[in-house]
């Protein structure tokens, strides 16, 4: 087996995406990892929607404070500037088009940029939390997920069989294997893990991808 | 003028919650905003067929105690009374834990019912109820289960569908500070849905650290005027 790249990284690779003075919100899972990964040159305000804007890292043990929360409930720290306000107004700024960037997590991605990423077979009592409003509002939606499902399954499709989020939202897929952009013609694949070959990919990819002309390794 | 909303107990504060109440329950997730105290107060007082409104509907006994030894965390405790009858939230269950929640086990099992709603969208709703509006129109949910039997619309060659009110006889929430007349404050993350639901529902009831004489808390920082709280309850942190 070849090596993929484990969470940190992908997380990593997806804060690379953040620029400067961009408002940046990380949804439930892995997305939350990049709260710690910006990288040093640049100032980024992370919205999350149970009310706070402009939050710094996650918060170590001596820090916690469970009324300083991000939405995936986990304690964050406060930085010069965070503000607080209510659910309602949260919403505001992620439907109204304030927000520059969402990380999302994703069961299934379609070669259009369809995502499915809250419900599954089987678990019909699972909800969407804010992601559907987060899918539909961002400026530009980013995915972040693992290539395949446990027994190297596509979870990158050509249509979503899971529940959808919501219909062509998707921009950029970041996976343990590779970085897709979701474009007109298709899924184009920018960026490959080190040690992967693109008919490599392809045959744990349902949707066809076409290698950029400028294909290079994943870079961080 | 003698109105008095001050009440010495939880218990107290949630005696008159009758049988088949819609119930609005504050707070985020398991964490931070969640009027615990009322909550566990109105398992003990026992009204049922609830229609409960929430974000979340609570992680349960065996992974709250995980997570707090000792401390129930959330509003899982009643669904795993059998007091309630409908959820209406975005986060019945979380699809990344084992099924263990009550409310997901109730709802497998046929015996409450679900009714998902985007976030986004119950928060608006409760704002509408606040606000004495009809409904409004979302692009949230467009193309997904969320647009079933709704009515759609198209403005400006976009694509919306209709979304009706929420209200309900109480809200239970919970602020930071209150003084005696009612005027609350929060305390960081914990505000989350506790405004809206305050400002949605006949009979609001909330659980605070401190109660402040009238006059305490500043008028510029004030964020739930007064008269839509009802009953207020102080539990010191």
């Given at each position: 087996m070849k090596d993929r790249l484990d969470e940190?990284?992908?997380?990593?690779r997806a804060a690379r995406e953040f620029t400067d003075g961009s408002v940046v919100n990380l949804g439930y899972g892995m997305p939350g990892l990049c709260a710690n990964l910006i990288p040093g040159?640049?100032?980024?305000?992370?919205?999350?929607?149970?009310?706070?804007?402009g939050y710094g890292s996650l918060a170590t043990d001596e820090e916690k404070d469970y009324e300083l929360i991000n939405a995936s409930d986990q304690p964050v720290t406060p930085l010069p500037g965070t503000c607080f306000f209510d659910s309602a107004a949260a919403f505001d700024m992620i439907r109204g088009g304030h927000i520059d960037i969402v990380v999302l997590g994703a069961y299934q991605v379609s070669e259009t940029g369809d995502l499915a990423n809250w419900g599954r077979p089987?678990?019909?009592a699972t909800g969407m939390g804010g992601g559907m409003d987060l899918a539909v509002g961002a400026k530009k939606v980013i995915v972040t997920m693992l290539h395949t499902t446990k027994d190297d399954g596509p979870r990158i499709v050509r249509n979503c069989t899971y529940p959808l989020t919501a219909r062509r939202c998707v921009s950029l897929i970041i996976t343990d294997l590779?970085?897709?952009?979701?474009?007109?013609?298709?899924?184009?694949l920018r960026e490959i893990a080190p040690g992967w070959t693109v008919p490599e990919v392809q045959a744990l990819t349902e949707a066809d991808i076409k290698p950029a002309a400028d294909l290079k390794?994943?870079?961080? | 003028m003698t109105i008095k909303k001050v009440f010495n107990s939880c218990d107290e504060a949630v005696a008159d919650i009758f049988d088949g109440a819609t119930v609005m329950v504050g707070g985020f997730g398991s964490y931070g905003g969640l009027p615990i105290n009322l909550i566990v107060a109105l398992s003990k007082q026992g009204a049922k067929a609830l229609t409960i409104i929430a974000n979340m509907g609570g992680v349960g006994y065996e992974l709250s105690h995980r997570i707090k030894p000792g401390g129930y965390q959330d509003s899982g405790i009643l669904f795993e009374n059998g007091q309630?009858?409908?959820f209406i939230g975005s986060v019945p269950a979380l699809g990344g834990m084992p099924p263990t929640s009550p409310l997901e086990r109730l709802?497998?099992?046929?015996?409450?019912e679900i009714e998902t709603v985007p976030q986004g969208t119950l928060a608006e709703r409760l704002r509408c109820g606040a606000g004495g509006l009809g409904g409004f129109y979302t692009p949230v949910g467009v193309g997904t289960i969320v647009e079933e039997g709704k009515e759609k619309k198209v403005i400006d060659?976009?694509?919306?569908?209709l979304e009706l009110p929420l209200t309900a006889d109480f809200a239970l929430i919970k602020a930071h500070k209150a003084d005696a007349v009612g005027n609350l404050v929060y305390r960081q993350t914990a505000r989350c849905f506790n405004p809206v639901m305050a400002m949605a529902a006949k009979i609001t009831i909330v659980e605070v650290d401190e109660l402040v004489p009238t006059g305490r808390l500043d008028p510029e920082v004030i964020i739930t005027p007064h008269i839509y709280v009802n009953r207020i309850v102080e539990v010191p942190a």
């Open positions: 940190q990284t992908i997380a990593l040159d640049r100032t980024v305000f992370f919205q999350s929607e149970n009310g706070m804007l089987g678990r019909p590779a970085v897709m952009e979701v474009t007109e013609n298709g899924l184009v390794e994943i870079e961080l | 309630v009858r409908k709802y497998n099992e046929g015996r409450v060659g976009r694509e919306y569908i």
